[in-house]
T-cell receptor, first 117, second 111 residues
């Protein structure tokens, strides 16, 4: 079955612009989580969506937002881009979301590499 | 939140077993141990997970100590393609997708 698909794979923006990244989860997965990865901070959790609702949020400013559609596809948006937003943005999907018992394996996409100039 | 400690880097000869240790001394009773790996510029790849019993799949084996304070990921016959950063993660909260990735272990498989 198809994996997690993220688009675009690479993009370049300038400071002050905004960007929208897209994630299509594995078919049947209802939970989508977003992570930011930078060389200095490693992988950091941004937020999680389940059934179109944000279930959990990491420690990022309000410039970072997301949403999930009824087909479980998700988008994240970063407004007023800063140089420090340059990173690999990873999306991961899973069957279950927060609060469901048992193991919960996240499957990651290849990521969207954002460069802010 | 439970935290993990892993060696920064390890080397392994091609064809030999790679044993990657992880300490998670503050793990709670209902928390799982997950292992992921990340090859340069790709998304993390799931390897294996376990609660208290040892686990094996087509990629690796996971050995968890009886007190659950540490675990070892075993790649039985390492190949050059296994060169990657390996992350040991204990899920932060009850089935919370806020998975806390540490710095991981950079495994280099050498010919």
């Amino acid at each position: 079955k198809a994996g997690v698909t993220q688009t675009p794979r690479y993009l370049i923006k300038t400071r002050g612009q905004q960007v929208t990244l897209s994630c299509s989860p594995i078919s049947g997965h209802r939970s989508v989580s977003w992570y930011q990865q930078t060389p200095g901070q490693g992988l950091q959790f941004l937020f999680e969506y389940f059934s179109e609702t944000q279930r959990n949020k990491g420690n990022f400013p309000g410039r970072f937002s997301g949403r999930q559609f009824s087909n479980s596809r998700s988008e994240m948006n970063v407004s007023t881009l800063e140089l420090g937003d340059s990173a690999l943005y990873l999306c991961a999907s899973s069957l279950a979301g927060t609060g469901v018992s048992g193991a919960n394996v996240l499957t990651f996409g290849a990521g969207s590499r954002l460069t802010v100039l | 939140d439970a935290k993990t400690t892993q060696p920064t880097s390890m080397d392994c000869a091609e064809g030999r077993a790679a044993n990657l240790p992880c300490n998670h001394s503050t793990i709670s009773g209902n928390e799982y141990v997950y292992w992921y790996r990340q090859i340069h510029s790709q998304g993390p790849q799931y390897i294996i997970h376990g609660l208290k019993n040892n686990e094996t799949n087509e990629m690796a084996s996971l050995i968890i100590t009886e007190d659950r304070k540490s675990s070892t990921l075993i790649l039985p016959h390492a190949t050059l393609r296994d060169t990657a950063v390996y992350y040991c993660i204990v899920r932060a909260k009850y089935n919370n997708n806020d998975m806390r990735f540490g710095a991981g272990t950079r495994l280099t498989v050498k010919p």
